[in-house]
Every structure is written in structure tokens, then in C-alpha cells.
């Protein structure tokens, strides 16, 4: 059993920037995956950035070069850097963590809301 919290989130304007963080706790495996996800309302949850346990980073084209991942194996945390933001950047943003290779096994987090005003 494996618990992701995400904080971090919030209002910002437009051009703005936010961090988003997520501490996993429990029986954390390893090699594994982090990322962020997000939702906006009435769209499919899609990736936002990943990061795997050798620092290899994935990001969704619409985030490229505003938006950085990374993470701290010392505190089981993962962050998310979100620079540029627009409006359409408005959404609940998840956290996820899953095994290496393997979509399927891991876990959420709740979730926290990303509102950029325009």
C-alpha cells in the first residue's frame, strides 16, 4: 500500500507560476515511476510529466519548457515546477506513482486544483 499527498495548488494569474508537491509514504517499490496528471472539466485525464527512478523525465507537448518535474528519493517527494501558466493549464492535477514498466501497478493521490485566471 503505497499513500501520495499533493499540495501545492491553487490560484494564480496568467504568466504566473505554482509548485506542486507529492510525498509517497508506505511500501514504496522501486525502480518506479512518478507523475502528474491533470483534468480539466468535461476532457480526459491526461500526463502532464513523468519521471522515472534514473531521472529520465516525459513531458506532454503542451507543457514543454514551462513545466519541469523532478524528484527527492531522500523524501519520497515529487515536484512539479509550473512556470507560464495559462488558463488552459486550469485543471485537478494528480499525482501517480507506478512500477517501472508496468502502467498498471501503482497508485493515486486525490488530487489538488490548478486555477490560472486570464
Known amino acids: 500500500q503505497v499513500q501520495l499527498v499533493e499540495s501545492g495548488g491553487g490560484l494564480v494569474q496568467a504568466g504566473g507560476s505554482l509548485r506542486l508537491s507529492c510525498a509517497a509514504s508506505?511500501?514504496?517499490?522501486?525502480?518506479?515511476?512518478m507523475g502528474w496528471y491533470r483534468q480539466a472539466p468535461g476532457k480526459q485525464r491526461e500526463l502532464v510529466a513523468s519521471?522515472?527512478?534514473?531521472?529520465?523525465?516525459n513531458y506532454a507537448d503542451s507543457v514543454k519548457g514551462r513545466f519541469t518535474i523532478s524528484r527527492d528519493n531522500a523524501k519520497n517527494t515529487v515536484y512539479l515546477q509550473m512556470n507560464s501558466l495559462k488558463a488552459d493549464d486550469t485543471a485537478v492535477y494528480y499525482c501517480?506513482?507506478?512500477?517501472?514498466?508496468?502502467?498498471?501497478?501503482?497508485?493515486w493521490g486525490e488530487g489538488t486544483q490548478v486555477t490560472v485566471s486570464s
Open positions: 519521471i522515472n527512478s534514473a531521472g529520465s523525465t
Open positions: 508506505g511500501s514504496i517499490f522501486s525502480p518506479n515511476t
Open positions: 501517480r506513482v507506478h512500477r517501472a514498466w508496468d502502467l498498471g501497478y501503482g497508485y
